[in-house]
């Protein structure tokens, strides 16, 4: 029995079509893409190349602290974060004890005039003292009430794991007379006075204590009255929570 002949397909001269079609929707999504980056909106590109900066430069200080040139595994980012949230929730645990020592140990007068704030920052807790009310004009010897302020602090500031920075801040107006020639030996003759007090009298660790001087150089308020000048001559303990102390 003879075979049948296979019928041969006829030849299909549109498929060129196929390639065309992928090459129009290829070309057309190329120009979309053309047109949207014209578009700049420059405000979103700097806040998206902030954000990139500041994480790129967490994740490199978390995997590569000692800048030796070798990458580690991200999971330490997230512990990071993890250390942040919680470093986050111990400042402001923290800045609501030292608010209910202060109110419970100070009248409402003292607090108003020795210990008007206490605030958290990126670097910590901040006990801000009046120098005003702790020492006489060009002085850093402490007042009386200046000593009954700081040792209602004492306990914490004793037991605390962390750092403290004793910050001695000034207004604008130039030292007349007196022992100290400039704001910069007074603002840090008076925080030196304060952690020696501290240290002397409560038993701080002075390794976990410093002292510096900032002048008028950081103003809280203009200095165009005696009220915003009497705001800039503090002296501010800072509870830093970024870094522990070494003991």
């Known amino acids: 029995m003879a075979r049948k002949k296979r019928l041969e397909e006829p030849e299909n001269h549109d498929r060129w079509l196929v390639s065309y079609a992928d090459f129009i929707t290829l070309l057309f999504a190329f120009f979309v893409v053309l047109y949207a980056t014209s578009n700049r909106n420059e405000e979103k590109e700097k806040e998206f190349q902030e954000s990139i900066r500041h994480y790129m430069k967490m994740f490199v200080s978390v995997v ?30 923290m800045e609501k004890e030292l608010q209910k020592i202060i109110e419970a140990r100070l009248t409402e ?22 120098a005003t009310a702790f020492f006489p004009t ?16 004492a306990d ?22 007196g022992q100290y020639e400039t704001n910069w030996e007074l603002a840090g003759a008076r925080a030196a006075s304060v952690v020696r007090f501290l240290a002397k009298v409560h038993g701080v660790n002075p390794k976990k204590m410093s002292a510096v001087s900032f002048a008028d150089q950081k103003p809280i308020a203009e200095n165009d009255s005696e009220e915003h000048r009497s705001k800039n001559r503090r002296i501010e303990i800072l509870i830093a929570t970024d870094n522990e102390s070494e003991e």
């Open 156 to 177: 914490v500031l004793k037991t605390t794991p962390y750092r403290l920075v004793v910050e001695g801040h000034t207004d604008n107006q130039p030292v007349l007379g």
């Open 138 to 153: 060009g002085s850093a010897k402490m007042r009386l009430p200046a000593t009954k302020a700081l040792s209602s602090l």
């Open 64 to 93: 590569n602290p000692g800048g030796s040139g070798t990458a580690a595994a991200p999971g330490p980012v997230f512990d990071s974060v993890d250390t942040m949230r919680r470093t986050s929730r111990d400042q402001r645990q």
């Open 109 to 130: 007068k003292e607090r108003q005039e020795l210990v008007p704030d206490v605030k958290s920052d990126q670097h910590g807790v901040r006990i801000v003292l009046s």
